[in-house]
């Protein structure tokens, strides 16, 4: 693959926001001020800002392989951290896509080698869901649900760090938990009942 069509791409890029605004670059790097962290799945097919319909500086964007959000990842806690509590973003969206590879992965009985205990992540929520998940004997829906349940529990780890729940404390701040249909090119809200899911367990994750 010739990567040249690249840096001629970015040229058309930059002439096309300077025949709209000559400004644009220069009121761009004055700083960013984003409302929403968006975290998603680094799938090629999935560009958060395309999908969206933003612009630069709208949305900081963290992207891992199933948009996943385990305490232990030094990355995704830093952006969290950030967002949060330094850039003061109101809203963290976790999105999630059907006919994802990184879920697909988990639910095969194979060896991935270093992307095993990446992939566990994504297993344990296969486990903590498994008598829902059972029930459906469908392959594809079976894999669409547990995309869903995977944005879910995602969510639930955000609201479990301290810079999250010291936000909701702070200011009027929401997670939300989406889905992107690759089929239709629809983002899905999936309502997530965050007060119902958190009853029982807040007590025992509470920091703040």
Known sequence: MDLAHIFSNN???IDEKLKTDADFFRNLSQGQRPQVLYIGCSDSRVTAEELMGTKPGEVFVHRNIANMVPNTDLSVMSVINY??????????VVCGHYYCNGVKAAMQSADMGILNPWLRNIRDVYRIHKAELDLITEEDAKYKRLVEL???????NIIKTSDVQKAYQDRDFTVHGWVFDIHTGKLIDLKIDF???LREIMEIYRII
Not at 83 to 92: E, G
Not at 150 to 156: K, L
Request: hydrophobic share 40%.
């Open 150 to 156: 995977n944005v879910q529990e995602q969510c639930v």
């Open 195 to 197: 007060d119902s899911i």
């Open 83 to 92: 967002a949060v509590s330094h850039l003061k973003v109101n809203h963290i």
């Open 11 to 13: 040229q058309k890029w």
